[in-house]
């Protein structure tokens, strides 16, 4: 890839800066880098590198890339493991991460072939983000390993952003409880999506002491919305709208999403909401991992298709 003159540069960055509204959606590496190096600083996104592996991020990542580890969003409660922190705290560490109520934030993670899922990472803390009021989000198309083949540079300088500061309004909408999906599911416009792989979903695994999925529920497995060659790309909406049909994944019905601990679920609800357009879609973010568990482990599993 040809190297891109300053003032071109400047002026790619400048119009794309303008062209963009607060919206949630994709962005490609080749825009990601005209705003990451915007001649005036005040325009330039808010980087988030959202990997679990913190030696990872030494070892490469994108310029002004800030790490937000996405686990340390989440921790054992009642029992339950990697629930969601409580609010004050979730919202101490994304300010501390440089979350800002009037910039742009731009999410990614590596890009790779299966079993690799760094991307539900970035969607997850993208997730998280909307929760909190933030309007303004982007996720890197292809991750870092798509910033790679666009022939653009990692870095491995250290980013800290300075604090930032959250909206006062939340969405907490987006999430469902229990309660939530205890009321709705068996209504006839409601959809119980399980993002987790097919065995997980008939109950054909070795990670959960119960096993299989809320009744009622349809399986369709995250990484069909993802590139083959790489899990940080997502299909067009095009190529996947006959496979979401044919699972009753519709946008006239009120979708509910949900998977083993919740990021599986967030890349669903993210590609239904906000690539899709699908109005109605809520994640349920304490997931497999607290249904199984709460209520004294009353609550109904069904195994098999």
């Not at 959202?50 to 686990?71: E, I, V």
């Not at 979730?90 to 899922?117: E, F, Q």
């Not at 910033?147 to 500061?165: F, K």
């Not at 083993?260 to 239904?272: A, H, K």
Request: with cysteine.
């Amino acid at each position: 890839m040809k190297p891109i003159r300053p003032l071109l540069l400047a002026a790619f960055a400048a119009s794309l800066t303008s062209s963009l509204r607060a919206d949630i959606g994709l962005i490609s590496p080749t825009e990601a880098k005209a705003l990451i190096e915007n001649a005036d600083p005040a325009q330039r996104p808010v980087v988030l590198d959202t990997r679990g592996g913190y030696k990872d991020y030494f070892r490469g990542h994108l310029p002004t890339a800030h790490h937000l580890n996405f686990d340390t969003l989440r921790g054992t409660d009642a029992g339950v493991p990697v629930q969601y922190l409580p609010d004050d705290l979730t919202a101490a560490l994304l300010v501390r991460a440089g979350v800002d109520k009037d910039r742009l934030h731009l999410v990614y993670a590596t890009g790779d072939t299966l079993p690799n899922d760094e991307i539900l990472s970035a969607t997850m803390v993208a997730h998280v983000l909307e929760k909190f009021g933030i309007e303004n989000i982007r996720i890197v198309e292809g991750g870092l390993k798509g910033w790679i083949d666009a022939g653009l540079e990692p870095v491995r300088e250290y980013h800290g952003n300075p604090a930032g500061r959250l909206p006062a309004e939340r969405k907490p909408e987006i999430a469902a409880d229990i309660d939530d999906v205890l009321a709705l599911k068996e209504r006839d416009d409601v959809v119980l999506v399980d993002a987790r792989p097919h065995n997980e979903f008939i109950g054909d695994d070795d990670v959960w002491f119960r096993k299989g999925h809320i009744p009622g529920a349809v399986g369709f497995h995250w990484a069909k919305l993802m590139d083959g060659k790489n899990t940080h790309q997502f299909r067009p909406v095009a190529e996947v709208k006959a496979e979401l049909e044919a699972a009753g994944i519709t946008p006239d019905k009120t979708i509910i999403c949900y998977c083993g601990t919740s990021r599986e679920g967030s890349l669903v609800r993210f590609y239904l909401k906000h690539l899709a357009g699908y109005p109605k879609v809520t994640l349920y973010e304490g997931a497999w991992k607290e249904y199984v568990w709460i209520r004294d482990q009353s609550l109904p599993a069904e195994t098999g298709e």
